[in-house]
């Protein structure tokens, strides 16, 4: 069974930090890319950040970019979201979610929502004073 497993949410000042893990099982690890997706009171899921795990390569979207880093620890099987300088607009349900590589790998699609297979439950990150 495939399961993923989000963690590390709460709430943080503005200007704070957090990190987010997404614990993976259930699936051969290497031939999926991850991607962390948030979603707002009222607004639709929207893609922040994606893994490669095949190359390592990033993706972000344009909101995120220069505050937000993207990892993978394979011998963990977890994927981490670093948030710096977190602002009250990055209020949300963050969640994790498996897709093909080559989905990932692909730049048109990769932060799409719809292009993901499986999905964590997600974890709440409150910015606020």
């Known amino acids: 069974e495939v399961q993923l497993v989000e963690s590390g949410g709460g709430l943080v000042q503005p200007g704070g930090s957090l990190r987010l893990s997404c614990a993976a099982s259930?699936?051969?690890?290497?031939?999926?890319?991850i991607g962390w997706f948030r979603q707002a009171p009222g607004k639709e899921r929207e893609g922040v950040s994606c893994?490669?795990?095949?190359?390592?390569?990033?993706y972000y979207a344009d909101s995120v970019k220069g505050r937000f880093t993207i990892s993978s620890d394979n011998a963990k099987n977890t994927v981490y979201l670093q948030m710096n300088s977190l602002k009250p607009e990055d209020t949300a349900i963050y969640y994790c979610?498996?897709?093909?590589?080559?989905?990932?790998?692909?730049?048109?699609?990769?932060?799409?929502?719809?292009?993901?297979?499986?999905w964590g439950q997600g974890t709440q990150v409150t910015v606020s004073s």
């Open positions: 979610a498996a897709a093909p590589l080559t989905v990932v790998a692909s730049p048109t699609i990769n932060l799409y929502r719809g292009a993901y297979d499986h």
């Open positions: 259930g699936f051969t690890f290497d031939d999926y890319g």
């Open positions: 893994i490669s795990r095949s190359d390592g390569r990033t």
